[in-house]
Each structure stands twice: as structure tokens, then as C-alpha cells.
């Protein structure tokens, strides 16, 4: 309640002490860089402190183009910033972000049997086109009646995503939806992870990459084992629910809509925002329980890390802010029509 250690109270309450305040450490950030950085901070999404400290030079350019030019003090100030500075700038300004929808499962078992099981981090090796494949429902806590699935692909190696809608799931919807990801996709696939799930193991999808993809290997996770398919797992959030919450969006015209709006917010993410890989993970025995050390790599954008593999093209001119508010704006715009 007080901010004192017990002790010190004790003193105080007895007359032993007088209560003087202690000035501590001066501020070392000037009080207008910290609430530019909150609001930089908030035009790139809530981007993890981490990341902001990796792209803070390329996201003051962007601020400025949306909202006017920065003094030089205060941008000289947010470039010697360090990622731990930040985190405690910003720990106070934390939203709270909506949990990931309940998901359905279910699979065929004769189909089910002809496809290897097992973790996709096996299959880790050998460049880009490492996929491993998860959808999201739309559906705004709700699972009655039609609604849309968001297909998202992320590519094991270099952090690549994509998504695209799907109508309920069905084999036909998801497997147009993986065809669309597969043909802007800026390299070949190579292997495909899937999960047990009923839009995967189907006849359909299956004879679909077997006939226009007959060099893609297929692998899918062990039931039960949602480790498995660790890469896209964690990504569902940051990157699906980042952008759609917990909408629901039931109406089918809005399908090609949809797919642009998703078109533009993987590109947002793999030309502008970085994020990291976990190289390795060992177990600890200098410390009891299930303890682990992990390595991680440093913030990069999943273009850059495909460019030191594969030379590629210029990235587009992306203003990462003017992209994120227009997602953003076409996203209330389809939800308002929608309801309405």
C-alpha cells in the first residue's frame, strides 16, 4: 500500500525514523520520448518492446510520414533506447488481448494412416519451404451456423506467413485457400505440416498436392500433441488474432474481401515487422524440474532472413504504420457492413 519495506514502517510507526522521501534516480529519457514512444508503440500494433528496439530506426521514418516530422532530441533519444528501456517504459500502457477460440478436431483414419506422424521440427533442414499449416475460427465464441476460418501457413525456417479465409472449413474452401498461399509463396514448398484436424485429412486436399504438388511431403502431428506443430501454434495469436480479435464473420460475400485484407496483412509482417526464431532448446541439469535453455536469434523480418538464404527482389515501399491503419479501417468497414 505504502511502497515501504515492512521494516521501515516499523521504524516510522515508532518513532525511530523520520520519513523522508527518497529521490532515486534521476530520469535518464526525457518525459516527451517517453510518451513518443508510446505512441509509437501504439501505431505499430503493440509491437513487443524486442522487436520495436530492432525496427525503431525504420518505424520513426514511418511515424513521421503519418503524423509529421519528430524533433531531432527526442529521435536521438529513442534510438539510444535500449529493448529493456522500453519494456519498462511501456509495461504500464499493456492492453489485454482476446484468447484464441475453441478449435474442433477430427480425422480419418484410413486417410490418417498413409501420412507420417510425428514433430515438425524434424523436418527443420534444408531452406525455406518447411510449412507448417493451422487454421483459426471467426466465429466471435460462437460455433453455430456458417462462418469463416482463417487458413494461416508459417514457414519454419524463415518465419514466413500467410493467410487466407475459408468458408466452415470445408475441403473444397481449404483447399482453394492453400492454393492461393501456395502461389505467393517467394519460394517452392517443400514439406507440409498439418494437424489431425478434418480440413486437412480429406480426399480432396490431399489429391489436390499429390496432382500440382507431387514433390511436397506431407507429415502431420501425433494426437494429442499440440507441440508438434510449435512454429504456427504461437504465431496464431500474434499474427490472426492480432488482426481479427475475437469478430465473428459469418456473411459469404465477403469472401474476396477478406482475401485482399489478409493478402496485405501478411505483407505487413513479412516485409516490416520482425520477430524471432528459436534456434535450440536444452534441457537444464543445473536446476531442478523441467527447466530449459533456449537460443534465440536476433529480430528479423521473415524477408530478410529469406534474402541471406535466397538473393530476392527489392522489398516493396512498405509504411508499416499507413498499412497497419489501413488493415485496420478495412477491417471495421467489412465488420460494420457486415451487422448492418
Aim: with cysteine; glycine share 6%.
Amino acid at each position: 500500500m505504502t511502497g515501504l519495506s515492512r521494516k521501515y514502517v516499523i521504524r516510522l510507526l515508532n518513532g525511530k525514523r523520520r520519513y523522508r522521501k527518497h529521490k532515486g534516480r534521476r530520469p535518464v529519457y526525457s518525459k516527451e520520448a517517453r510518451e513518443r514512444l508510446v505512441r509509437i508503440w501504439l501505431a505499430m500494433g503493440l509491437l513487443c518492446p524486442k522487436y520495436l528496439h530492432a525496427t525503431m530506426s525504420k518505424a520513426l521514418q514511418d511515424y513521421a510520414e503519418v503524423y509529421g516530422e519528430i524533433p531531432e532530441t527526442i529521435v536521438a533519444e529513442l534510438l539510444r533506447m535500449s529493448a529493456s528501456t522500453m519494456e519498462r517504459i511501456l509495461r504500464l500502457h499493456r492492453f489485454n488481448h482476446p484468447r484464441s477460440a475453441n478449435k474442433r478436431s477430427g480425422s480419418k483414419a484410413a486417410l490418417a494412416a498413409q501420412i507420417p506422424a510425428g514433430p515438425g521440427s524434424l523436418e527443420e533442414t534444408g531452406g525455406p519451404g518447411i510449412l507448417q499449416v493451422d487454421t483459426v475460427a471467426l466465429c466471435g465464441g460462437d460455433m453455430r451456423e456458417s462462418f469463416f476460418w482463417i487458413l494461416h501457413i508459417t514457414d519454419a525456417v524463415t518465419q514466413w506467413d500467410g493467410l487466407a479465409p475459408c468458408w466452415n472449413r470445408g475441403a473444397e474452401a481449404t483447399t482453394n485457400a492453400l492454393a492461393h498461399l501456395f502461389e505467393r509463396l517467394p519460394f517452392p514448398p517443400k514439406v507440409i505440416h498439418i494437424d489431425n484436424g478434418s480440413e486437412f485429412i480429406n480426399h480432396h486436399l490431399l489429391a489436390f498436392l499429390k496432382t500440382h504438388y507431387p514433390n511436397v511431403r506431407i507429415t502431420r502431428s501425433r494426437p494429442y500433441h499440440k507441440n508438434d506443430n510449435h512454429r504456427i501454434e504461437q504465431k496464431n495469436s500474434s499474427i490472426v488474432r492480432a488482426l481479427f480479435g475475437d469478430l465473428r464473420f459469418d456473411d459469404y460475400t465477403q469472401l474476396s474481401a477478406l482475401t485482399d485484407l489478409c493478402d496485405q496483412w501478411s505483407t505487413l509482417h513479412n516485409y516490416a515487422i520482425p520477430c524471432t526464431r528459436q534456434l535450440a532448446k536444452t534441457r537444464r541439469t543445473d536446476a531442478p524440474g523441467l527447466r530449459y535453455h533456449r537460443t534465440i536469434d536476433i529480430p528479423r523480418t521473415p524477408y530478410t532472413r529469406l534474402n541471406e538464404l535466397i538473393p530476392q527482389p527489392p522489398p516493396p515501399p512498405i509504411n508499416a504504420i499507413q498499412l497497419r491503419r489501413a488493415c485496420e479501417h478495412t477491417l471495421k468497414k467489412l465488420f460494420s457492413t457486415q451487422k448492418s
